[in-house]
């Protein structure tokens, strides 16, 4: 079982930057690929940026591709998600997600791909 925990959330500004990071408790993430997804209020869960399970191959949402960048660090069992030049669009719940059947290099952009689910942190970009 992999427990994760988002962190990092808040309030800011248009143009500004978070960092957001994902801790799992228990078993190792390196054996996962990573996802970020994101729910704003009143619409559907949608998929932001992955990981590979090996690092190496990154993907991102044409909505935040040049902006956001994911990356981890297995040594600290976290993912991260560094937003910048944020806009009123990126306000939503941020939810992290681990899979456990991807291939070394595969990651996958849908949510039924995902095993296991953070609680979500809240990002609010106000203009």
């Known amino acids: 079982q992999v427990q994760l925990e988002e962190a990092g959330g808040g309030l800011v500004q248009a143009g500004g930057s978070l960092r957001l990071s994902c801790a799992s408790s228990g078993r190792s993430i390196s054996s996962y690929a990573m996802g970020w997804f994101r729910q704003a209020p009143g619409k559907e869960r949608e998929f932001v940026a992955a990981?590979?399970?090996?690092?190496?191959?990154?993907g991102y949402a044409d909505s935040v591709k040049g902006r956001f960048i994911i990356f981890r660090d297995d040594s600290k069992n976290t993912v991260y998600l560094q937003m910048n030049s944020l806009k009123s669009e990126d306000t939503a719940l941020y939810y992290c997600?681990?899979?456990?059947?991807?291939?070394?290099?595969?990651?996958?952009?849908?949510?039924?791909?995902?095993?296991?689910w953070g609680q979500g942190t809240q990002v609010t970009v106000s203009s």
């Open positions: 997600a681990a899979d456990r059947r991807a291939a070394s290099l595969a990651f996958y952009r849908t949510q039924d791909e995902y095993d296991w």
């Open positions: 990981v590979s399970r090996s690092g190496g191959r990154t």
